[in-house]
C-alpha cells in the first residue's frame, strides 16, 4: 500500500475527530456590501508534531501556539492549531484532499457546507446580496445541531470589532 | 485501494486525536496480592455513528451513552463512548490492529506501554509483586506529561471502592 496515501486517509481520520471547518463574514468597509466572507481550517492539538504532519501532507497552513486559560485563570497545557487562512490554499489544496480522503463523521456535511462556500466567494459570489444571505444561511446550518458553546448567538462572526450589524439585520426582515 | 485499508488508516488517525488507552489498578479481595488489573480502550464522540464504524472496524467493544452535566448542573450535549474492557478483545483484536494502523502522535507510545500491559496480563505476571509494580510503573509513565484533569493524583485507579492503597505505598517505600 502506498504510504502516501495510507497517510492521507489516517490524517483524514484525525480531522475527523480534531478538525474544524469555519467561515466568518465580517464588516469590510472598503467591500461594496459593507462585508466580508473569511473561510478558514482549524485543527487544535496539545503536541505540535502532528500538526506539523499534517500542515506537510496538505502542503499548507501555519502551526501556532495558542495559551489557553482556566476560568480561574490558571494556564492549561500549551495548545497547538493548525490553521489555513488562504482562500487559495482552501480552495486548491484542502477541497481536492478532502473530496480524495473522505470524512466519515457529520464533519462531513460541514466540510461540504464550507466547500460549497470556499467555490462561491472563487466565483467572487460573496460580492453580492444574493451570495452574502446564502452563505449566511451556510453558516447558520453549519451552527445548528453544535453544542450551546460552539454556536453563536448572532447569525455571524465579527473579525476586528464586535459590533450588531444592524444592516444584516434588516436584511433578514424583508 | 483496498476500502478496508483505507478505513483502517481512518480510524487510526481518528483515535490519535479522540481515542485513549487506559489501565487501571484496583483492590480484588479474591486475588492472591489484593490487587487486580484492568485494561480498557475508550473512544468518545459527540456522534454515535462513528464510534459505531470503529466498533465494526475493531470488531469488538460497546458503545455507552454518557450523559455529562456542566459544573452548574445544565446537561451538556450527549456524549457516546466506544469502550472495549475484555482483556481477550484488546490482546486479540486491538493490538493486531494497531501494530498493523500505526498511531502517529504521542499516544504511540501509551499504546506501546499498555500493549506491555496487555501482554503481562495475558501472562499471567500481574499475579506476581514483581509484575504488579511493573504495571504500576508503566501507568505512572503514562501519566506523565498529561494535563493536570488527566492525571491522577495517585498511582492507581480504583474501581469500586476509592481508597487509598496503605499496602502498595508500603512496597514504594521498600
Redesign the interface.
Known amino acids: 500500500?502506498?504510504s502516501s496515501?495510507?497517510?492521507?486517509?489516517?490524517?483524514?481520520?484525525?480531522?475527523?475527530?480534531?478538525g474544524n471547518f469555519t467561515i466568518a463574514v465580517f464588516k469590510q468597509r472598503e467591500s461594496r456590501l459593507g462585508y466580508g466572507v473569511h473561510v478558514m481550517f482549524v485543527v487544535g492539538?496539545?503536541?505540535r508534531?502532528?500538526l506539523e504532519?499534517t500542515r506537510q501532507i496538505l502542503g499548507c497552513g501555519r502551526v501556532h501556539l495558542r495559551h489557553q486559560y482556566n476560568k480561574d485563570g490558571f494556564k492549561?497545557?500549551p495548545q497547538f492549531e493548525l490553521r489555513i487562512q488562504s482562500h487559495k490554499d482552501c480552495l486548491l489544496k484542502l477541497i481536492p484532499f478532502f473530496d480524495k480522503?473522505e470524512l466519515?463523521?457529520?464533519k462531513k456535511n460541514d466540510y461540504l457546507l464550507w466547500k460549497t462556500t470556499v467555490q462561491m466567494v472563487a466565483r467572487g459570489e460573496h460580492l453580492t446580496r444574493k451570495g452574502l444571505l446564502k452563505i449566511i444561511e451556510i453558516k447558520k446550518k453549519m451552527e445548528q445541531g453544535r453544542?450551546k458553546k460552539g454556536r453563536k448567538s448572532v447569525p455571524i462572526d465579527f473579525i476586528g470589532r464586535h459590533n450588531q450589524l444592524p444592516i444584516l439585520e434588516n436584511w433578514f426582515k424583508e
Open positions: 500500500m502506498d496515501e495510507a497517510l492521507g486517509h489516517h490524517i483524514s481520520g484525525f480531522v475527523d475527530g480534531e492539538q496539545a503536541e508534531e502532528i504532519l492549561r497545557m480522503y466519515l463523521t457529520k453544542s
